[in-house]
């Protein structure tokens, strides 16, 4: 296979909301430019991106799958990510490594949550911009309406350099603006098209259109503008020249029409992404960080010392673990070592490969601007930079963002735990989104994940892949029991039993202490009534009775333990007696100290167009929330809320139904507080019951 680089290469993110085609549209590229001898589809899993089990069971993409097209002596490099909200970090860690995007619309549905998100994305990393409007063939689609949607939403830089002929079942072709030619295809799906005049009805409406795409490129260019004010117009060459150059300045953004599954208008999309969209080695320089942290700026030429960034991990079920990394600066070779610079290791480098959705193809070498693959790496994982060990440099992945959803999990079958922590971790590897740990007070594993469908897709491929059947459970919230007053309380344990007996007594003060003091202990033993010895008895004793708290099993915190006195016997007493007083000398006090439960408060921040906020602040008054305030951030708010955990388990689905999936959220611990008296006894009474179900299993 041929090597390329620099101009030969573009990078082309394919970024959309979910159900817009976009695997689709990659088979079409695929298909048209040979890469694929049959025109894949999602319904029936022949797709050459959508290759993994789950994703051709549930019929949409999970993750981004990487496919190459070579076309006019140039390799395009496709990255098919998922539109489902749930995954956009997915599309992100595509578009970190993209030199442009193609925004996939539906012709139907027009501008949706997702298209706002990738957007947004794609001003981040300063990416240029096509917009693929495509299901031109559907019922209900329309050219206008959705280019109308388009610019409203994302302004007037948004413009057609194609107008389609006919529209629903009746559309056939596309008008190209910039050859002012007709493409007409044939109804058989095979991609074969006509070249020729267009249509009288039309040459009226596709002129007016030409011009208005003229005037928007001479706009940017003075020269352009003048020789429009001379000529009247601008020549081919001129207009595709411009049209470069204003689409790598994010001057405009153009708008080409499809139908991917009828195959219509293929060879155009893969021409618009060889002529208008900006090679490696054109696009905007991208800085790293040395070994000291210091930036600098990297050199892109192959020839240059080797720095790329991996940005996914698969498992494959022949080759193990799968890298996938963007070379950014010199030329990686096959079976080399280089320096994992993020984790400051060497790491041998294999076999080197480009890849065909799951298809690997060995390459001996991947030059600046490629993106490629390799298996086996040790020790490197998403995120991490490869680069020569005597020219180290280190660049930025993506920030992943925290969990919206936790479950406690435990396997099926006795014995698994470990089976489940190996698995767990080979998923976090593919998927940095998901977290696993064990809750240290409920001594639960939980897994958390952007939504409960993420977690579920995991609990899937756990079975699947990983022969681990698991049971989710809702978490437990980790309530904490404290004290709001003083007691004394008198501890004594005598016991004789022939020989030596055993005996311990001990005084005790507690008192309450503020949120989150946890828990002190003070000696005011004086005159020798305990001997130093048992001392520290009497503290673990009280230490291990307050973990299992005393009105619903919760730990006892925020208060303080002064011990005042107490009695020895020479003979009887002992470590193990003076536990047991400073346990009974605790049970006591609480008796006293009025008890009471405390809960986990987050602090939420929600972000959301401006007509939801309305629903969204009733919503978490009804979940016992303060509101604290409420930002503008261009089109959307973002409230900022204290909510009770124990209100936010499932409000990931709430907040989707509230907002019509365009609202996210993030939230944190913030602090402990007492619970409301009429929630506390149905605390209490559900915990005993489950104590006394696990005591009866027992």
């Not at 249509?199 to 009226?204: C, H």
């Not at 690997?360 to 995120?383: C, H, M, N, W, Y």
């Not at 490869?386 to 930025?396: E, R």
């Not at 004086?526 to 099993?553: H, M, W």
Request: overall charge negative; some cysteine; hydrophobic content about 40%.
């Amino acid at each position: 296979m041929k090597v390329y680089s620099g101009s030969e290469i573009r990078n082309v993110a394919i970024v959309g909301h979910n159900d817009t085609g976009k695997t689709t549209l990659v088979s079409q590229l695929l298909f048209t430019a040979g890469a694929n001898t049959r025109l894949g589809r999602v319904e029936d899993g022949t797709t050459v991106t959508d290759f993994d089990a789950d994703e051709i069971e549930r019929k949409h993409s999970i993750s981004t799958a990487l496919a190459f097209a070579e076309w006019k002596d140039t390799k395009i490099n496709l990255l098919d990510t998922p539109g489902f909200g749930i995954f956009i970090m997915e599309a992100k860690s595509a578009m970190r490594v993209a030199d442009a995007a193609a925004v996939v619309v539906s012709a139907v549905t027009g501008v949706e949550v997702t298209t706002e998100k990738v957007w947004k994305f794609a001003e981040e990393f300063a990416l240029p911009r096509v917009i693929v409007m495509n299901k031109m063939d559907r019922e209900r689609a329309s050219f206008s309406r959705t280019l109308d949607a388009l610019q409203k939403k994302f302004g007037k830089n948004i413009v057609p350099i194609q107008l389609p002929i006919g529209e629903e079942k009746d559309f056939t072709g596309v008008i190209d603006l910039v050859s002012m030619k007709a493409y007409k295809y044939h109804a058989d799906g095979s991609g074969k098209f006509e070249a020729g005049e267009i249509p009288a009805e039309m040459q009226e409406d596709a002129a007016s259109w030409r011009e208005r795409l003229i005037e928007k490129v001479a706009e940017g260019d003075d020269t352009l503008m003048e020789r429009f004010f001379e000529q009247g117009g601008l020549s081919q060459e001129e207009l595709m020249d411009g049209l470069h150059r204003e689409v790598a300045h994010h001057q405009i953004y153009p708008v080409i029409c499809t139908s991917a599954s009828h195959n219509i208008g293929g060879q155009l999309v893969l021409d618009a992404f060889v002529s208008l969209l900006p090679a490696p080695d054109e696009v905007k320089q991208i800085d790293g960080k040395n070994a000291k942290g210091e930036a600098v700026t990297f050199d892109r030429r192959p020839e240059a010392f080797p720095g790329a960034l991996v940005f996914k991990t698969f498992s494959d079920p022949f080759s193990g673990r799968v890298s996938l990394f963007r070379v950014y600066s010199g030329t990686f070779v096959s079976d080399h070592p280089y320096w994992n610079t993020s984790r400051e290791h060497e790491e041998r480098v294999g076999k080197l490969q480009v890849l065909q959705g799951k298809q690997q193809l060995p390459v001996s070498e991947l030059r600046a601007g490629d993106i490629g693959a390799v298996a086996k790496l040790k020790d490197t994982f998403t995120g991490d930079t490869i680069a020569a060990k005597d020219h180290q440099i280190v660049f930025q992945h993506i920030h992943y963002p925290e969990s919206a959803i936790a479950f406690a999990v435990e396997p099926k079958a006795r014995g698994d735990e470990d089976k489940l922590g190996v698995a767990i971790h080979r998923i976090i590897e593919e998927d940095p989104t998901i977290r696993f740990a064990r809750d240290e007070q409920t001594k639960e594993f939980q897994i958390s994940g952007q939504g409960q469908l993420h977690v579920e897709i995991v609990v899937a491929k756990l079975k699947k892949k990983y022969n681990v059947d698991v049971v989710l459970h809702p978490p437990k919230v980790p309530y904490r029991e404290t004290i709001t007053k003083p007691a004394d309380a008198h501890g004594r344990h005598k016991k004789q039993s022939g020989g030596h007996g055993q005996f311990a007594d001990c005084k005790i003060t507690v008192e309450p202490l503020p949120r989150g003091a946890d828990f002190e202990f003070v000696d005011e033993i004086f005159g020798g009534s305990i001997p130093r010895q048992y001392i520290p008895a009497v503290e673990k004793g009280i230490q291990d009775a307050r973990t299992k708290g005393f009105l619903a099993g919760f730990p006892m915190v925020d208060f303080r333990v002064r011990l005042k006195d107490g009695q020895y016997h020479d003979v009887d007493s002992s470590e193990m007696a003076f536990k047991i007083a400073g346990s009974l000398a605790y049970q006591q006090a609480m008796e006293q100290a009025r008890p009471t439960l405390l809960e986990p408060i987050m602090h939420v921040d929600i972000t959301a167009p401006a007509e939801y906020v309305g629903d969204i602040m009733g919503d978490l008054n009804s979940r016992r929330g303060r509101v604290e305030g409420v930002d503008a951030e261009e089109d959307t708010q973002v409230i900022h809320a204290r909510v009770p955990l124990a209100e936010m388990l499932t409000y990931g689905s709430t907040l989707r139904s509230i907002t019509q999936g365009r609202g996210s959220f993030h939230m944190e611990y913030s602090h402990y507080e007492e619970v409301p008296k009429q929630f506390q006894e149905k605390i209490i009474t559900e915990s005993r019951k489950v104590k006394e179900a696990q005591a009866a299993a027992h």
